[in-house]
Structures are given as structure tokens and as C-alpha cells.
């Protein structure tokens, strides 16, 4: 069994930062490629940034150059860096975690979520 917990959402102004967190226990491996999606209201769950196994990054186009993903295997944590945010990033914001080596996009290849963590730009 897996587990996802994530934290550090909130409310943040325009132009702020704000870093999330995502902590896994249970069967996970250093193999696995972990991912940030987010949902806003009314919209489907989305890409936001992936890490593979050796730490290869890869972004959504509306959060390339803004935000970093970045990941501690010794605890098993994933997290998000956020910059320069703006309102369009106000969402849910879900860590998953994929039994397979590769950071895809797509959210069916992702086995794993957490409850997800509200994140609020205001402008």
C-alpha cells in the first residue's frame, strides 16, 4: 500500500512564491517517477511537472521557467517550488507517483495520488 500526503498549500498573491510537499510511504522505489498535477474548478486534471528516477525534469509549457520539481529520495519526498504565480495557478495541486521509470504526462500511467493541496493566487 501507498500513501501520499501532501502539504503547504495556501493563499498567495500574485507574483508571490510557495512550495508544496508531498510525502510517500509504503511500497515505494527510488525507480518510480513522481509528478505534480493540479485540477482547477471546472477543468480536467492537468500536467504540471514529472521527475524521473536520475532526477530529469520535465514541465508543462504554462509553468516552464516558474516552477521547479525536485525530489529526496532518503525521505521520500517530492516537492514543488512555485514562482512568479499567477491566478490561472490557483488549483488543487495532486503528487502521483507511476510504477513506471518514465515521468509521462499522461495521469493514466500514474498509479499512486495524494488528497491533493489547495493552492490560491489572488490578484
Known amino acids: 500500500q501507498v500513501q501520499l500526503v501532501e502539504s503547504g498549500g495556501g493563499l498567495v498573491q500574485a507574483g508571490g512564491s510557495l512550495r508544496v510537499s508531498c510525502k510517500a510511504s509504503?511500497?515505494?522505489?527510488?525507480?518510480?517517477?513522481r509528478a505534480w498535477f493540479r485540477q482547477a474548478p471546472g477543468k480536467e486534471r492537468e500536467f504540471v511537472a514529472g521527475?524521473?528516477?536520475?532526477?530529469?525534469?520535465t514541465y508543462s509549457d504554462s509553468v516552464k521557467g516558474r516552477f521547479t520539481i525536485s525530489k529526496d529520495n532518503a525521505s521520500n519526498m517530492v516537492f514543488l517550488q512555485m514562482n512568479s504565480l499567477r491566478p490561472e495557478d490557483t488549483a488543487i495541486y495532486y503528487c502521483a507517483i507511476s510504477t513506471s521509470s518514465r515521468a509521462s504526462q499522461n495521469r493514466d500511467e500514474y498509479a499512486y495520488w495524494g488528497q491533493g493541496t489547495q493552492v490560491t493566487v489572488s490578484s
Open positions: 509504503g511500497r515505494t522505489f527510488s525507480f518510480m517517477s
Open positions: 521527475i524521473n528516477w536520475s532526477s530529469t525534469s
